[in-house]
């Protein structure tokens, strides 16, 4: 019983670390990526290029995106090779998009719930914060695809939905954690 109620403990403390992290994964099933035995990897599509009078966020969070995929997939033993020579390739779709009324984890006086107060008043920085954090907040939304590069057959993927804390800049740190978090179900190569 005390294992049970550890293990129950250990896993309810990893769902919690997982949502204050801001960013939800949606994986598919490993089954047919894990079953082909591939190792070596390249990129369906080139880099992206910024042009001088482009102000598209995607061309400055590209080099950040390619660089966190990398790092991860050679953590977990997988070798970046050239197109040509890869057994499959790896892409991603990348979009923004807008969820309404979603807690920013770093929020310290917010109530998600209400409360039973003495005299039913509510405190002013509890009903401010509740306008405040009632706005529509910015994400961002990655979709992560490995193809088989003979028959471009669908291998697996992983959808990565991420909390935006400043659109005028890439956080490349964000970037990072939400590209260790999406391939978090990808297991390590043979």
């Known amino acids: 019983m005390n294992k049970i109620l550890q293990s129950v403990l250990i896993l309810f403390s990893l769902g919690i670390l997982g949502a204050c992290s801001g960013v939800e994964s949606i994986p598919g099933d490993t089954a047919a990526f894990v079953s082909t035995g591939y190792t070596n990897f390249g990129w369906r599509s080139e880099a992206l290029t910024q042009t ?9 969070a590209d080099p950040a995106i390619r660089k966190a995929i990398e790092e991860r997939m050679a953590e977990l033993g997988y070798r970046l090779v050239p197109k040509s020579e890869a057994e499959f390739l790896v892409d991603y779709v990348a979009a923004a998009g807008v969820n309404e009324g979603l807690l920013e984890s770093t929020s310290s006086n917010v109530t ?7 005299g039913r008043q509510v405190d002013g920085a509890s009903v401010d914060n509740a306008y405040a954090l009632s706005a529509d907040k910015q994400t961002g939304n990655l979709m992560l695809v490995f193809l088989d590069n003979k028959t471009t057959d669908l291998l697996w993927q992983v959808r990565v939905t991420s909390l935006i804390q400043d659109a005028n800049k890439v956080d490349t740190r964000a ?11 990808l297991p390590p190569a043979r």
């Not at 001088?52 to 400055?60: C, E, I, P, T, V």
């Not at 970037?175 to 179900?185: D, E, M, N, P, W």
Request: proline content about 7%; charged content about 20%; glycine content about 4%.
């Open 175 to 185: 970037v990072r954690q939400a590209i260790r978090q999406g391939l978090s179900t």
């Open 112 to 118: 998600p719930y209400p409360s039973a107060m003495i």
């Open 52 to 60: 001088a009078y482009s102000k598209d966020k995607l061309y400055q």
